[in-house]
């Protein structure tokens, strides 16, 4: 098996959850749904005051984000389970991890929609202005879903097959994330302003250290989780 | 009541909060493993000692 | 899903903690705690308060040591795919827990006297939320899979993986607060101190490994009942 041959069949799996999501549009269409449902019900608790609401846009954004984003997580798995189509799928010989990173590419790309789509209410909402350094904040918020996504699919894949699936993956994952979201709120907040301090660029080595950290802890470990 | 009064009742409360966590802990240890024991004690001498 | 490691738990029959190193950890620290707090002069900042740094910080340790268990025998079995690792694993990981809950709790003690607030957001605290948080999921998951190999597999991976981040949290926690305000320092130690918290932490860590040595004993007769139970239905078929 070469790589070329591991690289198709990861792309088929992810092309195979995204025609299905694209086919019943009803999944990504929920999710983004409480996702802004979320941002606006935080906008009431924390407004009225447009000062206030301005400095907990970030916040709000990115707890919004985590919130519906973790949804996704077990979808992408249940559907596999509920037509029994993961046993068959583990049975293709060759190694296992192309079923990770197909996963993580169609989770990728399905969070990385319903963020955009978030962050536009947001900066409607919460009356934020872009800032000319939008092109680092694109970057932050980029490398902040990798981090979600990628222990996000990861810890979906057991969650997905246990007890109580709905508590337990927010309950393992959203501790693991702090650092994601330290980062990332820090840095977009520094962003949005002047960024002064330069506290952004250490923000962002610190995101991009995080992200190859556990891309790679994850794509070892996933092996032995799957298989089980 | 003094600064150092109220000192020492957050020492004692301190102290306490620790021995009653450990003590908790070992009752609930010593308990759940005499059951425990019990139960493996009697499926052995139901098995005539054989392990399955 | 056939389970083929259970023969291999059964081979050897479940050890049997000593009573007396019970006796002797417990004695140790009521020996420590009489020690330290007899011999430690009031502190000229903190006055009595400090003694609560006896429990506290020794607490402390030995949560970092737990976990540094559970981390070892979390990669042991990923390794070695022996159940007995799994067990000892979550073993360490529950006594971890509760010495975790009793140094936040501690914490919160000393510092609502030392600086007026049960709470800060300091590096320190709050990565020792954190993990505790961490180590809450790790337990959650043990108590929703049925499954002993997928339980063993999966909270292996949870554990390692979640002792890795620790680290980073702490250091993400320490950015986040010292770019917008000063670390707050410790004071200067005392030899007195440094003799005291010795002992403590000596005493402290026997208690530990009573704790999860007894822990693990009870998970082996646990996993030795279940294996009895399942070759009972087999039989009865």
Redesign the interface.
């Given at each position: 098996m070469s790589l070329r041959d591991d690289w198709r069949r990861t792309r088929a799996i992810a092309m195979k959850d995204l025609t299905t999501e694209i086919r019943a549009k009803a999944g990504f269409n929920g999710v983004a749904s409480l996702a802004v449902t979320i941002l606006i019900l935080l906008g009431l608790a924390l407004g009225p005051d447009a000062a206030a609401l301005r400095n907990a846009a970030v916040g709000a954004v990115w707890l919004a984000t985590l919130f519906s984003g973790v949804l996704a997580f077990n979808r992408s798995f249940q559907v596999e389970l509920e037509s029994g189509a993961l046993e068959p799928l583990l049975l293709y010989p060759g190694p296992r991890w192309p079923i990770f990173a197909g996963k993580l590419l169609g989770n990728l790309i399905f969070v990385g929609l319903m963020v955009l789509i978030v962050m536009l209410v947001g900066i409607v909402l919460f009356g934020i202005t872009v800032p000319d350094t939008w092109p680092e904040l694109l970057a932050v918020v980029a490398l902040g879903v990798v981090g979600l996504v990628v222990l996000g699919t990861?810890?979906a894949s057991?969650?997905s097959?246990?007890?109580?699936r709905e508590?337990?993956l927010p309950?393992?994952l959203?501790?693991?994330l702090?650092?994601v979201l330290?980062?990332a709120t820090?840095a977009s907040k520094a962003l949005l302003g002047a960024d002064l301090?330069h506290?952004a660029g250490?923000?962002i080595r610190?995101l991009i250290?995080?992200d190859t950290?556990?891309l790679v802890?994850?794509f070892l470990?996933f092996e032995?989780?799957i298989e089980? | 009541m003094n600064v150092f009064e109220m000192d020492r009742n957050f020492v004692i409360a301190a102290y306490s909060v620790m021995w009653v966590v450990v003590l908790g802990y070992l009752v609930r240890l010593i308990r759940k493993g005499s059951r425990a024991r019990t139960d493996y004690d009697g499926m052995v001498g139901a098995n005539g000692g054989e392990k399955p | 899903m056939p389970d083929i490691s259970s023969d291999r738990s059964a081979a050897t029959p479940p050890p049997r903690t000593s009573v007396w190193l019970g006796f002797v950890a417990f004695a140790a620290v009521i020996f420590a705690q009489t020690f330290s707090i007899l011999t430690s002069p009031a502190d000229r900042d903190m006055g009595h308060l400090q003694k609560i740094m006896y429990v506290h910080v020794p607490a402390a340790w030995m949560t970092f040591l737990a976990f540094l268990v559970v981390f070892v025998y979390s990669m042991r079995y990923l390794w070695k795919q022996n159940e007995n690792d799994d067990l000892l694993a979550a073993s360490a990981a529950e006594v971890g827990a509760v010495f975790n809950g009793l140094t936040l709790m501690l914490g919160m003690i000393w510092g609502r006297p030392a600086w007026g607030v049960w709470w800060v957001w300091d590096a320190r605290l709050t990565s020792t939320l954190v993990l505790f948080l961490i180590f809450v999921g790790y337990l959650a998951l043990r108590a929703f899979v049925d499954d002993s190999v997928q339980r063993a597999k999966w909270s292996a991976a949870v554990g390692a993986i979640g002792a890795i981040n620790v680290p980073i949290v702490y250091m993400s926690v320490k950015w986040w607060r010292t770019l917008h305000q000063p670390q707050s320092s410790p004071g200067t130690l005392d030899p007195a101190y440094t003799l005291g918290l010795r002992l403590n932490a000596i005493a402290l860590l026997l208690v530990l490994i009573y704790f999860i040595r007894k822990r693990y004993e009870i998970a082996r007769l646990e996993r030795a009942i279940e294996d009895f139970a399942q070759a009972a239905a087999m039989g009865g078929k």
């Open positions: 990861f810890y057991m969650s097959r246990s007890r109580a508590v337990l309950l393992l959203f501790p693991m702090v650092p330290l980062a820090t301090m506290e250490a923000w610190l250290g995080f950290l556990f802890a994850t470990a032995h989780v089980a | - | -």
